[in-house]
Structure formats: structure tokens, C-alpha cells
């Protein structure tokens, strides 16, 4: 069964940084997609950013400027670089995963920025 393995996260003030990784605990498939989003209480999960296979990115308006999504070279692990946080920021963020097969999810981590 393959889980996707974040690390990262946590408590920060407003205008600090944090960083992100994720990456599949096994790998024998292609990886299409990797993603960050998060969600706030019972609200709905809201992407914040991705990465393509063509190395494309998205990145939702509300961080562009401040958080940056890369990868590595085999595309088996992304990361989220996020700085000048602000107390909005604060959420659980879920890596996701594109593959052939499905689509994976992170088990979620909580960030949260102190003003």
C-alpha cells in the first residue's frame, strides 16, 4: 500500500518561514501530479499549489509571492517552501499525488501562524 510520507509543518509567528516535503513511501509508477493543498475546520480543501511531470506550476493567488513548489529531479518528491507566512495561512495541508494507477493523499499536517 503506498502512503505518502509528509514532514514539515508546524507552529510559526506571522512572517516566518516553514518548508514542506513529501514523497511516496514506494515507488514503481509514473507520477503525473504532486500537490499541496489545505483546509481550514469543515471547509472545503483548497489547492495552494502544483507541480506537473512537464514541470509546469500552479499556485493559487493567495500565497503567489510567498510560497514556492519544487521538485526534485525524479519528480519522487515535492516540496513547499513557504515564507512570510500570515495568520490565514493557517490550516491542515495535505500533500496529493497524480499517478497512472490513482490518486494518493498525505494523512495532513497542521501549520499554524501566531500574529
Known amino acids: 500500500q503506498v502512503q505518502l510520507v509528509e514532514s514539515g509543518g508546524g507552529w510559526v509567528q506571522a512572517g516566518g518561514s516553514l518548508r514542506f516535503s513529501c514523497a511516496p513511501s514506494?515507488?514503481?509508477?509514473?507520477?503525473?501530479?504532486m500537490a499541496w493543498y489545505r483546509q481550514v475546520l469543515d471547509k472545503q480543501r483548497d489547492l495552494v499549489a502544483a507541480i506537473n511531470v512537464d514541470k509546469s506550476t500552479e499556485v493559487a493567488d493567495s500565497v503567489k509571492g510567498r510560497f514556492t513548489i519544487s521538485r526534485n529531479k525524479a519528480m519522487d518528491t515535492v516540496f513547499l517552501q513557504m515564507n512570510d507566512l500570515k495568520p490565514e495561512d493557517t490550516a491542515v495541508y495535505y500533500c496529493?499525488?497524480?499517478?497512472?494507477?490513482?490518486?494518493?493523499w498525505g494523512q495532513g499536517t497542521q501549520v499554524t501562524v501566531s500574529s
Open positions: 496529493y499525488m497524480k499517478s497512472r494507477v490513482r490518486d494518493y
Open positions: 514506494t515507488r514503481n509508477f509514473a507520477i503525473y501530479r
